[in-house]
């Protein structure tokens, strides 16, 4: 029972994670419906800024770590405007498998230019925040556990009400349920679409962050695997729903926490793809999402 | 005799010819010219699926590599049992060799319907996501199979592979999607391609077709992917991955999908660019990803589609 809590508590804190990406591949499908390939990429910049910035901050302080997780947030929300403004905006009017291969273009341009500037050999992230481990009865629980899952607690939160009570949030509702008719209340697409670029990429840095001190090696293609997990989990949780992603994400870490602690380790890399496949076959809509009907 | 057929025998002659002499080519050369004649293959048949039936495969790597394992595992465990300890005339090894390729193209081809029947029902981003954790997937069971030397990768593949082989099966992949795409029945890969609904309400079955393609193109990936393990002597699951199928779909497009010439062209160019920028190696990736962007937003029907004017969605 006590491996199940631990287990169980690693997994939530690894699935905050997935959720925190997941949120930046189900807003940018929801109000553009492509799949933003170059996101966790996005987050492998967001760790990368956190380990400069992370040398020039008094080591193990909150507010020296909470200047770098903004500042991390910050940079990747501007290289996140930038990417939209550049790339997608000329495409915007392109059919949907031009975009798919521009976004993976632009993923392999962010990795490759990574190995670049940084260096292909990983690195180790500073310690940022102090840590402590917490007893609590038998189970374990790492500070750096806790600020991963109070840290996705609150930006979720914050984007909850940034989505449903302010008016940007509902100038992104307007255009993701049908952009012409936004556009033709007044509602100007290309702002609320690089806001939610930014947004999303804001998320990716902070989970980027979280993510490099939970597991303290960095390195350019660092973001490939949980890119794809928490696209994964996005579309676990139904693509293009804020919930979902959130759940999706918890899910998708738990199930894979748990394969990780049984005989089937080695499989572990494989569920998340599993549950994907099985995830498009039997409801592609997601757990949460509602399922549209095709027209012609 | 129908001139497609005419061309296949003349390229299997030409094949034959360059073999013959092979021992007074460059030894780099040669190993360039097999690079070439892979990866023509891969791309060829990849573009039966992504580009003339217009579906997204993103895991043709993994088909590949399902093709290389098996065909290495007949080469390693019964080439003894039917070629005996000395290894068997030319003739013998080539029959044998033939039949390890065709066990690895089948074994792919069965994958690919295995995959295919499922994932087809989805379109788009979806496809291409599921294709990917397809791929994916497969690597993670080799990675684990112990007999086939798990993570480690499968060495001591004897080295069957000769230019002639790769030459001939260039030929014929070339020769089976171009007749493929060009039959009668092969219209209904262009027309799921170009309106599938429109194309249900003929009468088309587009599942079929996409599954059609589907299989051809992994059985010429698992083609390719048993050339390659006996080219190469030594496999790894990890050399089939995720970068190996993006690859590969970037033949596809610079070639111009749909246009099996300039697929074919785009194949050969980007096999020789890595090796004419060996000076500057590690731009070679930002230099393919800068390539990609600004073809799609600049040129997308692909670099060397030639019908000008007539800009395919």
Redesign the interface.
């Known amino acids: 029972m006590t491996e199940f809590l631990q287990q169980l508590l690693n997994g939530l804190s690894l699935g905050a994670i997935y959720a925190l990406i997941a949120l930046g591949y189900t807003m940018v499908y929801g109000v553009l419906r492509f799949i933003n390939f170059a996101h966790s990429d996005v987050f492998m910049v967001g760790a990368f800024i956190g380990y400069y910035l992370g040398h020039h901050v008094p080591e193990s302080t909150v507010w020296g770590g909470l200047l770098v997780l903004t500042a991390a947030m910050i940079g990747c929300a501007l290289l996140g405007m930038l990417i939209e403004r550049l790339v997608y905006r000329p495409l915007r009017s392109a059919p949907t498998l031009n975009v798919l291969i521009t976004a993976i273009g632009v993923s392999l341009l962010l990795e490759y230019t990574g190995q670049l500037v940084f260096g292909a050999a990983p690195r180790t992230f500073p310690p940022i925040f102090p840590s402590a481990n917490f007893h609590l009865g038998p189970l374990t629980i790492s500070s750096n556990q806790l600020l991963v899952i109070s840290v996705t607690l609150i930006l979720l939160f914050a984007l909850r009400f940034i989505v449903m009570r302010t008016k940007i949030g509902t100038a992104m509702r307007a255009v993701s349920l049908n952009p012409r008719a936004a556009s033709l209340v007044g509602i100007n697409n290309d702002f609320v679409i690089s806001f939610t670029f930014a947004l999303g990429s804001a998320m990716a840095a902070a989970g980027g962050i979280l993510y490099a001190l939970n597991y303290p090696s960095i390195d350019p293609l660092m973001g490939v695997m949980p890119g794809l997990k928490a696209f994964v989990a996005a579309i676990l949780g139904g693509i293009g729903n804020i919930p979902g992603a959130a759940l999706g994400g918890l899910l998708l870490g738990t199930v894979e926490t748990f394969v990780g602690g049984s005989e089937w380790s080695t499989y572990k890399d494989a569920i998340a793809f599993a549950i994907l496949i099985v995830i498009l076959l039997f409801r592609p809509a997601g757990l949460l999402g509602k399922f549209t009907v095709e027209k012609v | 005799m129908p001139r497609p057929h005419l061309y296949l025998l003349a390229s299997l002659v030409v094949a034959f010819g360059i073999s013959y002499f092979s021992d007074r080519i460059d030894p780099y050369h040669l190993d360039v010219l097999t690079g070439i004649g892979i990866n023509i293959i891969l791309a060829v048949s990849l573009n039966l699926v992504n580009g003339y039936t217009g579906q ?1 495969s993103l895991g043709h790597a993994g088909f590949m590599s399902v093709g290389a394992y098996l065909a290495a595992a007949v080469s390693i465990f019964l080439a003894p049992k039917f070629l005996g300890p000395d290894g068997g005339t030319v003739w013998q090894q080539g029959l044998f060799f033939l039949g390890a390729l065709l066990t690895g193209g089948l074994s792919a081809a069965g994958a690919g319907l295995i995959v295919g029947v ?2 087809l ?2 379109k ?3 496809l ?3 294709t ?3 791929g ?2 497969i690597r ?2 080799f ?2 199979v112990e007999k086939l030397g798990g993570a480690l990768g499968l060495n001591g593949i004897p080295a069957y592979t000769s230019i002639f082989w790769v030459l001939a099966f260039v030929a014929v992949t070339i020769f089976t999607v171009t007749c493929l795409v060009n039959s009668t029945y092969g219209r209904g890969f262009l027309a799921t391609h170009d309106d599938e ?1 429109a194309a249900e309400a003929v009468g088309l079955n587009t599942t079929r077709y996409k599954i059609v393609a589907f299989v051809t193109a992994a059985f010429f990936a698992g083609i390719a992917g048993g050339l390659y393990g006996h080219f190469k002597m030594t496999i790894t699951p990890t050399g089939f991955d ?1 970068t190996k199928s ?1 690859e590969i ?1 970037v033949m596809v ?1 610079l070639g111009g999908m749909g246009n099996t010439l300039g697929v074919i062209l785009a194949a050969v160019l980007l096999t020789l660019l890595p090796e004419l920028l060996r000076p500057i190696a ?2 070679r ?2 230099i ?3 390539l ?2 600004a073809l ?2 600049v040129r ?1 029907q692909g670099l060397f589609n030639f019908h000008l004017g007539k800009a395919k ?1």
Request: no cysteine.
């Open positions: 997204f499922p994932s029902r989805l788009g981003d979806y291409a996501l599921v990917l954790g397809f994916e997937i993670v069971i990675q684990n609904i995720f993006i779909v497009i590690e731009y990736m930002v393919y990803s800068t990609l962007i799609m937003l997308p969605s």
